[in-house]
Structure formats: structure tokens, C-alpha cells
């Protein structure tokens, strides 16, 4: 094992620099490009990626492209009970090598990962994910690249932040210091199908810290997570530390979470799933080496709150922004509305039907478009289905409220009005471009946020908006465990890393922030280690004697 002979000192981090893709840039072009050459290659063979080497399961699955579903982006082959279980062995034998890695080569892979898709694979990664997971040029770009490349860098910085985090005092001839080791056996990553950046992060994250880790993507996004795996290998990561299992959920986690040394859940995805995996972990504890840590982001039911004093405008610009880019397909995209009965009348109203109107849908091929589609046919049912019983039961669609799956799984951006605060729509996680708005009398306003903390069980995002400043501060304090994420005039959409860790509570999960160094000590055992420099004399303490 090598040697580190100096204390380094990683370079400075920042945020990547965003594109803006418009007319006759450089970057559109390039885009563009990629874009044409991905659809003219599709359907690409994904295999498993177990020890760096390719594994052909012959169980085909396909990943089709949401805004044209009959066209395949890519198939992949789903990793048998035997590629799984390789995949572990694999990881597990290269833990010893990963965890003694001195820390600045693990940062370099890590800085150089980010680099590669800052220049070389910027555009083929935001292809895939346009293409497979319906995004638009510019939600790419804030994904795809910006995104995953500030967690790979501030990662980074974090790190090296918690490794110089040590005992603060050293009684005379004792020196105390404090190791953060990986856990004990291999992490399981779930990622989800709406972040191409959540899936580098919830695989990178673990690793940093020396731990190995067994990816199982999901299925809606497995050419851009095998992009982002192949990056990784190119940028030097040994090819065991994150082995490539795409698969069937269900088959592959529980043979994962069954094994005496799994160590550590990181998920992003449903509440309901991420409930009965904790139930599942906890029935096999008398199973494992030690106690699995379990970190998760999943759901939210998120809320713009408007007081009398709020500006019309900027408050529909922001609530259509928060709920239709990406078609409300984003963990944290607003879905309920409280405005005032005087905002409401005095142009709330209108604007919010007009402009919501105004939103284009169509495929992310298209520049103009302002959203895309939803995932899948799935997706599709549910929402559309919510549409649907929403009406039945009285409430009002005032924009939108129609779909089209001929080619593409399209729902216009739906605005719902209703007179009940505990209406379907108010209370039932969606995850599509769809809102509800409850008007409020005047006189009302503060007894809003107790309505809106309890009118759901989740915690992740919400924001107020007002001029005045008193009511800002009771909306903030009222509202304090209502969200993780909290915005003050500004949509409740739109965390950045390194200036607002993102995460909720309740059944929004752990609230372990990705993006600060918080996610980091929850995949590290630290151990305490004293050195005495003096050797004691006499087994006698001084009040011993006489």
C-alpha cells in the first residue's frame, strides 16, 4: 500500500456553471448532436456490471422512451440470484483494498468523474436522460450535469471536512484522535428513475467514505445510470467498489438485505416501499454482523402558502415553475396551494388560469416545450385517475385536466380547485403536473399552517410567500417541522447543493441532507483512539493513600 507523504489539500469547489442552450449556441448544438446520435443508435444492450466486466443474464428487459413509448432507449438484462450474489462477493472482496486507498486517491477519482461529465460526456449523459426519462434540455442540464457534478465535488469537500473533525483537547502525555471507517460489509443503493444525479449520489456517497456498494437502478433510467458507472470505471474507480446490478426490485433487494453482511440502505423512491424495507431489515437483525444503516428520501405533498401581502405575479410564476417543470415529477414539486380570498379575486385566479394554459407539453426533442411527459403507462393511470376521482367528488378542474398516451404519456399541467382542505387531492401524493388550491378567507391566515402541517404525512418542501415581515416569521416558525426544505418567496423546487441540503421528515424520510456533510456520517463507524505517552507508576490513586 502506498504512502501518503503530505497533507493534501483538495482545490477549491464550486458550483458547475450552468448552460443556457438558447438559439444558435454552441451548447444547442451540441446537444442536439447527442441527442440525434442516441436516437439514431437506440435501443442500446445494457448488460450487469459485476467486477467491471460485462454479465449477460439473457432475461431481457427494456427501458422504452416516455415521450414515444414505442421506441426503445435501450434493453438490459436483468441480473439473475447467481450475478447478484457475484456482485456481493465481488464488493466485498475488494473492501479491505477500497477502505486502505489513501484518501486523496479516492478524491481524485471522484474530482476526475465529475470532470469527464462537466466536459467529455456532458452531453451524451443529458441525452440520456432527456431521451429516457423525458426530460427537457434545460432539467437535464441542471441534473444531469450540474447537479450530479456538485455532488461528486463537494463530496468531496465534505469529506475532507469530516476527516478533520477531531477530539478538541489532549490532556498532558494522551494524544486522542478519531478514525471514520466504512461500515462493516457493502451498502445497497436503490435509486430512482427522476434524478440521474440522485443515482451517482446515492452510489457515490457510501463509497467516498470506503464502503463498496451494490447499485440496483431502476428501470425507467438504466442507460443513465450505466453511463454514470462507466464514467466512474473510466475515472478510476476499482471495477468492484460499485458493481451494476439492474433487475427486478424486489428479487435483488431482498437477496441484498438477507445477507448476514449487508450494512447499509441508501433509497430514494416511495414511501410505501421504503416502510416495508425498514420493516424487512428489522426482521433480520438477529441476521447481521451489526445494526444496517438506513438512510431515505421518499415522498412529499408540498405547499406554497400566499398571504394577503403576496405579489400575484411573482407567487403564479413561481407555483407553475414548483409544479409543472419535469410534470411535477420531482420529490419535491409543489402540489398544494393556499391563496387568500382576496389574492384569489384580485388576479390570483386569472393569471394562474392563464399562464398554466399557456405551458406547452410535448417531447423533450422539442425545444419549445416547456415540460415533457410522465414515465410510463403507470404513472399515467395514476394520475390521470386522480384527475378523474377529483371531479367525481366535486372539486373543480379550472386549467387543464386533459391527456394524450397515442404516442407519449402527456397530461396537461391541471389545475384543481376545491372547497374541502382534506380533498383527495390535498392529501394524496401524485407526482405529476398536477395542483390543487384551496382559497382561504383573509382572516384565516393564521390558522394555516396547523391545517397544512396536519394535512399530510409528509415533511419535505414548502415555502411562504408574503411582503410583510411579521408574517413571514409566523409562517416560518408555525410551519418549522412541516418541511425540511423551506423557501421564503421562492418556489419550493430548486435545492442546490452545497447552499440547500436537501431532505424531509416524517414520511419523507431520514432527513440525513444529501448535500451537506450530514449524509456522511451516516455511512462511517467512528472510532475513538487514545495514546498515552506516560506510563503510570503505581496502580494507587492519589486518594488511595493515606
Known sequence: MSSQLATFKIPNIDNEPMYNYGPGSAERAGLQAAVDKMIKSAPFEIPCIVNGKEVKTGDIQAQYMPHDHASKLCTYHNASPEVVASAIDGALAARQEWEELPWADKAAIFLKTADLIAGKYRYELMAATMLGQGKNAWQAEIDAAAELCDFLRFSVKYVEELYTQQPPRNSTGVWNRTEFRPLEGFVLAVTPFNFTAIGGNLVGAPALVGNVVVWKPSPMATYAGYLVHKIFLEAGMPPSVIQFVPGDAPSVVKQAIDHRDFAGLHFTGSTHVFKQLWKNIANNLDVYRGYPRIVGETGGKNFHLYHPSADVKSGVVQAIRAAFEYSGQKCSALSRV????????????????????????????????????????VAFDKITGIITKAKEQGDEVIAGGSWDESKGYFIKPTVILTKNPKALTLTTEIFGPVITVYVYEDSEFEAMPKLIDETTEYALTGSIFAQERKALQYAAHHLRNSAGNFYINDKCTGAVVGQQPFGGARASGTNDKSGSINIFTRFVSMRSIKENFVAPEDYKYPSNFL
Open 338 to 377: 393556499y391563496v387568500p380570498a382576496s389574492l384569489w379575486k384580485n388576479g390570483f385566479k386569472d393569471t394562474l388560469i392563464e399562464e398554466t394554459e399557456k405551458v406547452t407539453v410535448g417531447p423533450c426533442t422539442a425545444w419549445d416545450n416547456f415540460t415533457g411527459p410522465v414515465i410510463n403507462k
